[in-house]
């Protein structure tokens, strides 16, 4: 097999994968905040700051209103939840990911 | 370019790629992981890794490549040994070193193989539709095929009493290495489609 056909099967491979994920069912902004958490989530259970996912490179464009939205929508799902015994906003990804394909 | 020159070309590109590819996940592992793994479990970071990307790399070559895959995983199994050992001439000389090498290569062919005499020819171009959660299931025999390697290969040198972690170290590390890369080329392939979107749009 040829490069490009691999390329091109791996590339639909990996689609099938999104799509079964969930992750192509979410907003671009919850994309966006999930992933922008999940990068500064080195162990499960790490606390990430709001103030920390909002300055990520991917979720600095985001207006306010529909980070907000986006955020409390990933609660809503599961995706997220509220760190406990923070006095800041806090949150810990979730990182089961039959969460994510039961929100799909 | 001559006929002759693109024939070889096209045939050598994809063994190169296995190689740098290869190559870049031990770096990866040998630069990155170890050396935080061994700040926990020093006496079996020498043998095994808890989250070892090259075997994701072996599943994947021996999905698309199949057998011929071997000789590139050898090659850049050898080479990796020798850009990220502290003594690499010592290295050439340690006839274990190649042995591993050599076995770890077979191991996702192998799994392929094992696939095949069920029925279920999984290699790619082959007919059978493949999907992510069989490359999965590809992924955790090569890990058993592989532990059982490994753990046989290196009795001599494992301290007693450290074969069994070993055995799960190499298992474990080799099933999130094919979870993990593919998990990272599906947000890398995915990130590429979004910016060749938002590209069009603006």
């Known amino acids: 097999m040829d490069q490009f056909r691999a390329f091109f099967q791996l590339r639909s491979i990996l689609l099938e994968m999104e799509q079964d994920l969930g992750l192509d069912k979410l907003a671009q902004s919850e994309i966006d905040i999930f992933l922008a958490a999940r990068s500064l989530t080195e162990n499960e259970g790490d606390v990430v700051a709001s103030d920390q996912i909002r300055n990520h490179s991917l979720t600095k464009s985001i207006a306010q209103a529909t980070y907000h939205r986006s955020l409390r929508s ?12 923070s006095k800041s906003k806090s949150y810990v990804v979730n ?10 | 370019m001559g006929d002759l020159s ?27 992981i170890a050396p935080i793994q061994a700040i926990y479990f020093p006496e079996i970071t020498v043998f095994a890794c808890f989250l070892y990307l090259p075997h994701g790399i072996r ?10 895959s071997v000789i590139a995983l050898f090659a850049g199994n050898i080479i990796a040994a020798c850009v990220f050992s502290t003594d690499p001439q010592n290295l050439l000389l340690d006839g274990l070193v190649f042995a591993t090498a050599f076995a770890a290569s077979l191991t996702g062919v192998l799994a392929f193989e094992f696939m095949r005499l069920f029925g ?10 493949i999907n992510w959660k069989l490359i999965l299931v590809v992924g955790a025999i090569s890990s058993v095929i592989n532990s059982v390697f490994q753990s046989l290969l290196l009795s001599g040198v494992i301290i007693p009493g450290d074969g069994l972690l070993v055995f799960f170290a190499v298992f474990i590390g080799d099933i999130l290495g094919v979870a993990v890369l593919m998990f990272v080329l599906m947000l890398g392939f995915r990130w590429y ?3 060749e979107e938002a590209s069009k749009l603006s």
């Open chain 1, 74 to 85: 990933l609660l809503e799902k599961g995706m997220i939840k509220k760190a406990a015994g």
């Open chain 1, 95 to 104: 990182m089961n990911p039959e969460i994510v394909l039961k929100n799909a």
């Open chain 2, 6 to 32: 693109r024939a070889a070309y096209k045939s050598a590109a994809p063994f190169l790629l296995i190689i740098i590819l290869y190559i870049f996940a031990h770096g990866i592992v040998a630069l990155v």
């Open chain 2, 59 to 68: 599943v994947l070559a021996a999905l698309f490549y199949g057998w011929p």
């Open chain 2, 120 to 129: 279920m020819n999984l290699y790619a171009g082959r007919g059978t539709p």
């Open chain 2, 193 to 195: 489609r979004m910016r």
